[in-house]
């Protein structure tokens, strides 16, 4: 499989996934913005307003019975950071035609309901709807609120806030409640229309396709509406060389602690990344990794234990949830086994086992059409065209030594501990 791309407009792209794997056909659009203090909480909120209707369909109520009349196709929306960017993403997946009781043109009739969603909302004298804006910033004040209630997320998004402090990683993606009881429904439309205009668009289609697909996008009258825009995702600022990490301790009424050290790659290097993720992987992914066998299992110092590599950033992530009282006991132990990696104290074996574990999530993307289709637009906003076989490709030329220089181009920023 791979994602051909056509241009519909400056800063507009479609994305054909041409796969006969599947009963479905699934149909994506992903809206991406620069991140900022100003307009995150904005940013969340109009994810959850579009999906409140459309011109056509002026409620939730009206999208439903048209999804269940589509023989139950599936509507899902959400907003992720990608980097220092903000990404709406918007999801319809419906039955193939061919698998269909009748002939129609259903996958059609999804395509132009999904741009619909995104591109012509329903609006209510100039703003979008004051009852459906006041309702969904109730709700996004609960999410923001809630956000303590998973205690090990917490600790991440503190870890995560305290590295990028004053920096767009740093936001979360959901906003701030003090910003939601400010924003009108009117600023919001405003900034809606704003946002569209010049934010890039990638729409994707995966499944049975062909090239009506493509003709429907160039002639929605909601898409002639967008301009021309020019599109420059910016690299990623250089990191700064750090002394000393900050150690950063929060109390708040938990049972076991959490600890998250974040630590920066320092390389910027063509292609680092493959290498940092088998890295990450020998370090901290599965029960093979030197985390789970050494800090958990034989040393019984965690109750969970593990890493996560974030390409975007080159950050990796140390997470660990520990008895309170042995929070200086897994903190020197962790780092030992980051010390050891830097000197190589790793088998052949590991290396196996690490590759094996990724090249089973690789041959996972072309199984789960959403996971196909997030891979592709990862390449798109990274500037790539790496296919799933030459991403395997790129795992399998890693050597040990390619391991050592990631493990000694890794610095401590931050070591955070949510205790009570």
Partial sequence: MKDEKIEIKQGIKFHKIKTNKFKTNLFAIFL??????ENVTKDALITALLRRGTMELKSQDLISKELENMYGAGFDCG??????YHTFKFYLEVINDDFLPEKENLSEKALKLLISIVFNPFIENGSFKEEYVK????NLKQIIEGKIDNKGNYALERCIEEMYKEKPYGLFKYGYIEDVEKIT???????????????KIDIFASGDINDNYEEIVR???NINKLKERNIEIKKEDKKEIIN???EIIDNMDVTQGKLVMGLDLMLDKEDIGYAAMVYNTILGVGANSKMFRNVREKESLAYTCGTNYIKRKNLLLVRAGIEIENYEKAVK????EIADMKDGNFTDEDIKNAKNLIYSTIYNIEEEQDTEI???FGQEISDLNTSVEEYKEKIEKITREDIIEVANNMQYNTIYFLRN
């Fill in 32 to 37: 991406n913005t620069a991140l900022s203090r």
């Fill in 79 to 84: 907003i992720e950071k990608s980097g220092d």
């Fill in 135 to 138: 309702q969904e910033k109730s």
């Fill in 185 to 199: 429904a009117k600023d919001l439309y405003e900034y809606y229309l704003k946002l569209i205009q010049e934010c």
């Fill in 219 to 221: 002639k929605d009258e």
């Fill in 244 to 246: 000393q990490a900050k």
């Fill in 333 to 336: 132990l962790i780092k030992k």
């Fill in 374 to 376: 997030s891979y592709y």
